[in-house]
């Protein structure tokens, strides 16, 4: 029978969680997850490209541990990017809420009951976490990584006005039929994809409401943000002026 329930029964959240290389990493976030969303309907959804590393032997043992409806990998055969690795982790969502996070554990789970919380208490159709506020930071970055990313930060701020703290970061939790109507609405691909994602949002007028998280480094892997990654980005900062 048809009826109405409270806020927050029968919603179920799909984590999607691409990876390239997380060998080191994907087990300790499944195990936090785990630990740290009781009593919430959720599955995980990892986008492996192919990793050279044997990341998905990793996630086929963790599929024998937490069973396989419950961790999901929706494999790829080489590295496409992690534009359409969201999208393709999408298609294959059953959650009424998307949540993406980066498996090197700079997201940690531990924040995620409070992005849960945040969207029941205020009805939103995102919750974004950010750096950028009283009980957010970032930790383990050099003294010019942390200007790169402040930076950026400013310089989007300024020119696009979004009213939002933090656009670069990608922790974030979506209502499922907006992730859906972002992600087809977004052209560019790499670091300005999550910047394109949520200035769209804010320009759709989607209700945006943000959590304070803290930043860790990757636990293991190297970093693959350089140069070239920076020129990316402030095209993709001139796209979006020019376009949004
Ligand atoms: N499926 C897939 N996942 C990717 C790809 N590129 C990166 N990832 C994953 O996306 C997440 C974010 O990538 P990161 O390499 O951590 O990017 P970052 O956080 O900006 O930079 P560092 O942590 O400093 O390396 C991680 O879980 C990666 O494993 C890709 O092409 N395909
Ligand atoms: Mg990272």
Known sequence: MEGVQPEGVGDKYSLIVPTYNERLNIALLVYLVFKHLRDVDFEIIIVDDGSPDGTQDVVKQLQQVYG???ILLRARPRKLGLGTAYAHGLKHASGNFVVIMDADLSHHPKYLPSFIKKQQETG?????G???VKGGGVHGWTLMRKLTSRGANVLAQTFLWPGVSDLTGSFR???KS???DLI???VSKGYVFQMEMIVRASRKGYHIEEVPITFVDRVFGSSKLGGSEIIEYL??????????
């Not at 939103?124 to 974004?128: E, G, L, R, W």
């Not at 095209?235 to 949004?244: E, I």
């Open 68 to 70: 396989d409806d419950r």
């Open 124 to 128: 939103a159709s995102i919750v974004t």
């Open 130 to 132: 950010t750096r950028y």
């Open 173 to 175: 939790l979506y209502r």
């Open 178 to 180: 907006v992730l859906e």
């Open 184 to 186: 087809s609405s977004c």
């Open 235 to 244: 095209k993709g900062l001139a796209y979006l002026l020019v376009t949004t």
